[in-house]
T-cell receptor, first 115, second 115 residues
């Protein structure tokens, strides 16, 4: 059974550019959540998508957005990149939303560096 | 306010020693889950254990054990007979019934097991 797949694995972007990261959940999983991990702020929740709808959102500026497709794959987009956006971006998938967390599985992440 | 506190930033132990990682959480929900994750250098968050707020029974799973005490809002994790492969960053996390798949993570404890 394939795990959660995040692409690309590494990314280098310039300040002011935008970036799109992709997350393919485990087959059958319909919920995808995104997290940002930085040395200063640690692991912070960005948003969750379930059945193509955003279910929950963390405290991040509007430059951070996401979407989910009908096949449950999700993308997150960061516009007008800032140096502080350099981070490891992790996604996690699960069968459902709410309390179905037994199968909550993280991907290996995309490491974004903004120069 | 920080919902999950891991006061230990770094711990070093000699191989075969036991080590306990501390976690204190804060929530107003009566229904919640607590988790421990391990993050090796590759970046992926590896699930270790999970406990719900209604089950304070402490268990042992192989070399892992945990001590959940609601009275002190603590969820400590112990590795018995540590091995070099246990070297990683360990995260405690909280998920509240009211926020579904949103996890609140502690700042992590970096464990180094010295051969």
């Amino acid at each position: 059974k394939a795990g959660v797949t995040q692409t690309p694995r590494y990314l280098i972007k310039t300040r002011g550019q935008q970036v799109t990261l992709s997350c393919s959940p485990i087959s059958g999983h319909r919920s995808v959540s995104w997290y940002q991990q930085t040395p200063g702020q640690g692991l912070q929740f960005l948003f969750e998508y379930f059945s193509e709808t955003q279910r929950n959102k963390g405290n991040f500026p509007g430059r951070f957005s996401g979407r989910q497709f009908s096949n449950s794959r999700s993308e997150m987009n960061v516009s007008t990149l800032e140096l502080g956006d350099s981070a490891l971006y992790l996604c996690a998938s699960s069968l459902g939303t709410g309390w179905n967390l037994v199968d909550y599985t993280f991907g290996s992440g995309t490491r974004l560096t903004v120069v | 306010a920080q919902k999950v506190t891991q006061a230990q930033t770094e711990i070093s132990v000699v191989e075969k020693e036991d080590v306990t990682l501390d976690c204190v959480y804060e929530t107003r929900d009566t229904t919640y889950y607590l988790f421990w994750y391990k993050q090796p250098p590759s970046g992926e968050l590896v699930f270790l254990i999970r406990r719900n707020s209604f089950d304070e029974q402490n268990e042992i799973s192989g070399r892992y054990s945990w001590n959940f005490q609601k009275s002190t809002s603590s969820f400590n994790f112990t590795i018995t007979a540590s091995q070099v492969v246990d070297s990683a960053v360990y995260f405690c996390a909280l998920s509240e019934a009211g926020t579904g798949n949103q996890f609140y993570f502690g700042t992590g404890t970096s464990l180094t097991v010295i051969p």
